[in-house]
């Protein structure tokens, strides 16, 4: 659910707090009417989940690889554009497709969903997927051939507190910390990654989000911090993961020099304490 600015022409259809608009490159996307972000506001939603959540960890060539079921923690469900994008991918793999794909998707609020259903002319990419969809919004999961999605209804902390399959892909994909910060303190994320893979080629998680608040949390949860692919209008976004080689573009001490005189130093919903700073300083990110 990409946070960003409001490019954006309204067109009416409303469900609760949100409405669909149309960005002016003739995407159609959905918008907060409380604080006004829209969900994947620059390339439009399609093309953005093709590119930071199904070609940048390479998707297709994981699925190819035999193995035990592949995990997705989609968190941030909003329209589905992210988690339907995956199970394209798989779909289109057809009999090259080695092992399941299992999305488990959290939200508070489906209104976004069924907006986007209802606009079949401005979310095409759901279409092959809505009895997917409306079976998940209806009995909170769905299964089809060599993939799972399910969905956890609610407050994602509980959830997380919980027992879940363990992630091999993390999209963590909520509004953005000015409008959700709840959701980007190292409380939450330190949840999300205790629920990763450690094993074999660990897990990655990706996000639209460069702010160095938003790396700064990712290294006190717990995670190696990249960048990440550009998209649109960002120049980069960020990539988490739990082995440092299976980073592309890992943070270095170019950053860390910037991040010592930047007026951001603070991670989400916290204080610069000297404890904190102490912790960036001795992540083994730097080793």
């Known amino acids: 659910m990409s946070g960003g600015g409001a490019d954006a022409e309204v067109v009416n259809p409303r469900d609760g707090d949100f409405e669909v608009v149309t960005l002016r490159n003739g995407a159609r996307a959905v918008r907060h009417l409380g604080h006004g972000e829209v969900m994947h506001p620059s390339v439009g939603p399609w093309k953005e989940a ?11 060539e994981r699925l190819r690889q035999p193995g035990p079921p592949l995990v997705i923690h989609d968190v941030g469900l909003g329209a589905a554009t992210n988690a339907v994008a995956a199970l394209t991918c798989a779909r289109e793999l057809g009999a090259e497709q080695r092992r399941t794909l299992e999305v488990v998707s959290f939200e508070v609020d489906l209104a976004p969903l069924r907006l986007a259903l209802a606009d079949t002319a401005g979310f095409p990419f759901l279409q092959p997927f809505r009895e997917a969809a409306e079976a998940l919004m209806r009995d909170g999961a769905w299964e089809g051939e060599g993939v799972r999605w399910r969905l956890l209804l609610g407050d994602a902390v ?12 993390v999209y963590f994909d909520p509004f953005s910390p000015a409008s959700n910060p709840d959701m980007w303190t190292e409380g939450v994320l330190a949840r999300v ?51 440092r080689e299976s980073l592309e573009l890992p943070l270095g001490a170019r950053w860390l020099e910037r991040w010592k005189r930047s007026s951001s130093r603070a991670p989400h919903g916290a204080q610069l304490t000297p404890e904190v700073e102490a912790r960036v300083l001795a992540h083994p990110q730097w080793e």
Not at 158 to 169: E, F, I, K, Q
């Open 50 to 60: 093709l590119r930071l959540y199904v070609e940048q960890p390479r998707l297709a």
């Open 158 to 169: 509980p959830h997380l507190d919980g027992t879940l399959p363990v992630a091999d892909l």
């Open 193 to 243: 990654r205790r629920h990763c893979r450690e094993d074999g080629d660990g897990a990655m998680l990706l996000t639209y989000s460069a702010a160095t608040p938003t790396r700064v949390t990712l290294l006190l949860a717990g995670f190696f911090v990249g960048a990440g692919v550009s998209t649109g209008t960002k120049g980069e976004t960020t990539v988490g993961t739990t082995r």
